[in-house]
């Protein structure tokens, strides 16, 4: 089932619509909530009301940074190395703008859950997608995407820890993306990600900002992008400001600068010369590919929440919040047995490396053609584990 063409307006607020008015009735859910937590707090230990939720998982979320393939394809054609690492840097800036109005969290996956999807270019070329939730103590979600015919593989895993701060609540994104262009020995791209802050949760207007710092570094081509993502103070500066530097990891030689809104307009500038880097007004969401939920595993992600986003969508909190929990139950229950029996939970997809973890499809051909049917054989026919 093929996802309308979105324009990125769609799905970005505009100006003053990235805060959420929450009223008196939530405030108090939310109060309770928090009650139970001392500052500093993990977030992951208590059940957030289903009115904070945006419905869809974090497995479905991550594709946000495969909307615009163009970019990340188009990089791999350039012949000059510095280009090409300025490229990676503006797919990773690409993805940030895709979010719901106001503060919403994606769904956490439950242990086992995984989500797939595909791509089809104009050229001919696909691309593919699976995630999976690799643990559930910590929550890890990993995930994989290949386009071979374009010489391009994506592996990243995703470990984000919430705390509460008083009247903000900080998710801590630990983890990190490898980019790598296949035809390309060595050449790997290695990525960081800032923290995501939902601020004004007890009193105030509630608003997301981005935080912290990210970086971009490519060790093969001697290359660093530094990127601030900046908080607005109380009384100065601006929200969803980005600054960074790409520099040269030898010599710390700038060579070029950033600047900009990651929601908005985001500008590079190279010895005083200063350009647009990327657009999101005006950039246009390439559609996935997913098959109907009919036809999608018990485990799958739309169709394991379907009556979770079905409620969401018709805004029935109450039964949202029974739809959530039969969910979460089930998992319980399943954990319970499994200790019972003496296992241990296997991910399908993915394994451990010692360093996060990696697609556990090996010896992929150097052939595109056949890499691209070793890769779909893969996500879409392996087998499903025993229950």
Known sequence: ???????????????????EVVDEGNRSILMDVISQLSKGGDLHRVTLPTFVLEPR??????????????????????????ERFVAVTRYFLSGWHIKPKGVKKPYNPILGEHFRSRWTFADGTEAFYVA??????????????????????????????????????????????????TNRPGEEYFITMPNVYARGILFGTMLLELGDVAAVRCPKLDLICSL???????????????????????????????????????????????????????????????????????????????KLTAALKVNNQALATEEKSKVEDAQRFSSKEREERGEIHRPRYFEPNGEGFAIKLKNISNDPQEAKKQIVNFIFNTPAPLP
């Open 1 to 19: 089932m093929t996802e309308p063409i979105a324009n990125s307006n769609d799905c970005i607020p505009a100006e003053g619509e990235d805060t």
């Open 57 to 82: 998982s974090m497995l479905e979320r991550i594709t946000d940074f495969m909307s615009h393939p163009e970019i990340i394809t188009k990089a791999n054609q350039l012949e000059d190395p510095v």
């Open 132 to 181: 999976e939730q690799v643990s559930h103590h910590p929550p890890i979600s990993a995930y994989y995407y290949a386009s071979p015919e374009n010489n391009i593989s994506i592996v990243g895993d995703l470990l984000p820890k919430s705390k509460f701060l008083g009247n903000s609540a900080a998710t801590l994104m630990q983890g990190e993306i490898k980019v790598a262009f």
């Open 228 to 306: 601030e993502f900046k908080v607005k103070g109380y009384f100065t500066g601006s929200y969803n400001s980005i600054a960074g530097k790409i520099k040269r990891i030898s010599t710390g030689e700038v060579l070029y600068e950033i600047s900009g809104k990651w929601s908005d307009e985001i500008y590079i500038t190279k010895k005083g010369n200063k350009e647009i880097f990327f657009d999101a007004k005006t950039a246009q969401i390439h559609p996935k590919i997913v098959v109907p939920e009919e036809e999608q595993e018990d485990n799958e992600s739309r169709r394991l929440w379907s």
